[in-house]
């Protein structure tokens, strides 16, 4: 005769001795506080995130306290080098560029990081369903998704940007029609490969739904890869706006992005060149700041360099 | 052993589609488990063995219920399970654990040791204060430190990572528990270790194993009956000590006498063979007989019909047309 297994069978060891274990035990820590703590010891990625985390500050408090607003033009001073009264001179039309880099800041920032966001979320979850569905489902989202990818982005972008008038939120809606593939298709192969994993096996015989499955165990597993791609996205985005306006069908006057400010710096180039240097040098250090960001998430995040 | 079978299996196979799902002309079919019948008794081990490929992994999933079987049927302490919806197998989810053979990818990177054995305590109504004790217990258990619950599992050894699978497995109270190579990634000198920590688990908790392997003296050391797979087929079954002394396919022959076994009795096998050829596709299997493309007994008819397992005596059943009859 063999015992029965019997939930009660487990239960012997004394509580005193279970309590004296517990005070054992130190704090071990979490995935994402292992993570921040090897992003800190990545010089560069905290001189960029400093870096980020001074400009967005700026940007939201900075012109609160200029003196100046950023279509305000004092006609006095026309194209002024940088002074203590203008730390970044003026424009063309006497407005002040420091505020106006400040403002073009906002603006530059805020596409960056709503486009990233709508990006992940979309293509998270397209991504993710794609890969755990599988089979023809699979098939056919990621046709779409390889069509989108095979079509030039700046094309159907100008297109659209052309119909739906030149202002943020048509711009926003460009990028996003745009990039989110890319995060999709990362987050696909990520659930294709790692539902393969015994672990998924094993969370099926605990019990756990497919949807428990995908979000307890497939999305968090597949998150590094996704955060650093789309790390790396912002500084696209912030980048194509750049250039939107620019060519100048992105931002349009009086307000200022640091795309149009680029822009509008190119009739003076030579007589003012500071003009063209202060909205470009924001755009490049922005952009050098998120990279680095993203190498060292990229680090941060990889579960085989944990230690 | 008259009693009900606590896990039967009447010809069960499954068969996998490979190839693009969209232009249908490339899809094949294979056949990884083909027609196998056996059954399993409460607080017994059946230990599974075959070359690698032959469809144990798959067997030992079907059993619990991770595969749907394509055909054939599959009873659980009586119940039909054959169809059941994964909502339906919840309450029996419990019942029937698995532990795995990659010690490293059957854990989640991503949970602590203690979230890892709590998941399948996690649909019951145990508050947080019994789980935790639980989980410390399942520790305890088997051999872990209790203050090894909150880290992860990439900081433990292979072994120890074995350990929390298997305290996870246990958690939830199973009955019977698929070993799927338990043992084949760890060194050497933990794999005693791990196959004793299960016996002793089983004569204190009666367990009930499928326990494969393709290490003969450890399958023979821990089973009480043990079954040959080849091809997907089931080609021999028999008490432990029966076909360790008495195998009577030509396969299970070839494959004993490939390792050396330090048993006088088994002195009839002591002759090696060596197979002639490789394993067949299994997505174009021979006709007849799946042993007959490197049978070195083969006759005519073994072309033309496939062998049924038949019962020789004594729980002795065999599938070749060379036995019995
Ligand atoms: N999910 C799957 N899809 C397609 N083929 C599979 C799948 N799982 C196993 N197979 C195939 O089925 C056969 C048996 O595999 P498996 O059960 O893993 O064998 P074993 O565990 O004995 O090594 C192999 O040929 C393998 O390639
Ligand atoms: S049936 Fe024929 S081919 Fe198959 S094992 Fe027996 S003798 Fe060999
Ligand atoms: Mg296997």
Redesign the interface.
């Known amino acids: 005769m063999q015992a029965q297994p019997d939930a009660a069978a487990y239960e012997f060891i004394p509580e005193a001795e279970r309590k004296a274990a517990e005070q054992l035990s130190r704090p071990s820590l979490s995935y994402w506080q292992d993570a921040w703590r090897r992003l800190k010891k990545d010089k560069l990625a905290m001189l960029g995130l400093a870096f980020v985390a001074l400009m967005g500050l700026m940007a939201i408090f900075g012109p609160l306290f200029s003196p100046y607003a950023y279509d305000y033009s004092d006609f006095s001073a026309i194209s002024q080098g940088p002074s203590a009264k203008h730390w970044f001179g003026t424009d063309a039309l006497g407005r002040d560029l420091f505020v106006r880099i400040l403002y073009g800041a906002r603006i530059s920032l805020a596409i960056g990081l709503v486009s990233a966001l709508v990006n992940m979320i979309i293509g998270v979850v397209y991504g993710g369903v794609a890969g755990f569905v599988g089979g023809r489902t699979d098939n056919i989202m990621m046709r779409i998704v390889d069509i989108l990818i095979a079509l030039p982005s700046l094309l159907y972008i100008v297109i659209l940007m052309m119909f739906m008038g030149s202002n943020i939120r048509s711009i926003l809606i460009a990028l996003c029609i745009s990039s989110w593939v890319g995060t999709a298709r990362i987050t696909r192969s990520q659930v294709v490969s790692l539902k393969q994993q015994e672990y998924v096996l094993s969370a099926r015989l605990a019990g756990a739904s497919n949807w428990e499955i995908l979000i307890r165990h497939l999305l968090p597993n597949s998150m590094g890869p996704v955060i650093v791609s789309v790390t790396f996205l912002i500084p696209s985005a912030i980048f194509s706006e750049a250039f939107l306006s620019f060519l100048g069908i992105g931002i349009q006057k009086p307000m200022a992005s640091w795309g149009s400010l680029a822009n509008d710096a190119i009739e003076t180039l030579r007589s003012a060149p500071y003009q063209m240097f202060f909205p470009v040098a924001a755009i490049s250090l922005t952009m050098f700041s998120l990279n680095f960001i993203g190498d060292g998430l990229r680090d941060a995040l990889d579960p085989r360099l944990r230690k | 052993m008259t009693a009900q079978p606590l896990i039967r299996a009447d010809r069960v196979s499954m068969q996998f589609t490979v190839g693009s ?2 232009t249908r002309a490339r899809r094949r079919v294979l056949t990884a488990v083909d027609q196998v019948s056996l059954d399993i008794h ?2 017994e081990t059946f230990g599974l063995v075959g070359e690698s490929g032959c469809g144990k992994t798959t067997l030992g ?1 079907l059993l ?1 219920r ?1 595969y749907r079987p394509t055909s054939g049927t599959i009873l659980y302490d009586g119940q039909d399970i054959t169809s059941l919806t ?1 909502q339906q197998m ?1 309450p029996l ?2 019942k ?3 532990i ?3 010690p490293y ?6 949970m ?1 040791v203690s979230t890892i054995i709590a ?2 305590l ?2 019951t109504d145990m508050d947080r204060a019994r789980v935790d ?2 989980v ?3 520790l ?2 088997v051999g872990l ?3 090894h ?4 599992p ?1 900081e433990f050894s292979g072994g120890q990572r074995q350990r929390i ?1 298997i305290a ?3 958690a ?4 019977f528990i698929v070993c799927d190579e338990p043992i084949s990634a760890l060194d050497v000198s933990i794999q005693a270790q791990v196959v004793n920590m299960l016996e002793e688990l089983q004569q ?4 009930t194993y499928l326990f494969v392997s393709h290490d003969l003296s450890m399958v023979r050391h821990i089973s009480h009956r043990v079954g040959v797979m080849y091809l997907g087929h089931m080609v021999e079954m028999a008490p432990v000590d029966e076909l360790f002394t008495h195998m009577a396919h030509p396969y299970t022959q070839a494959l004993m006498s490939a390792v050396p076994i330090a048993d006088p009795d088994a002195s009839a096998a002591s002759q090696r063979i060596i197979l002639q050829g490789d394993v067949p596709n299994p997505m174009a299997p021979p006709s007849g007989c799946p042993f007959r493309t490197r049978c070195p007994v083969v006759m005519p008819v073994c072309a033309d019909q496939k062998p049924a397992l038949l019962d020789i005596g004594g729980g002795h059943w065999v599938a070749c047309h060379r036995v019995g009859t």
């Open positions: 799902s969209i409460r607080g999933r619990v991770l994964p919840m989810r419990r029937m654990q698995m795995f053979q990659d990818a059957s854990l989640d990177p991503r602590t998941e399948p996690r649909r004790a639980r410390r217990e399942l305890t258990l430190d209790e203050n619950a909150r880290r992860y990439h699978g996870r497995a246990l939830a109270g199973p009955e204190r908790l009666g367990f």
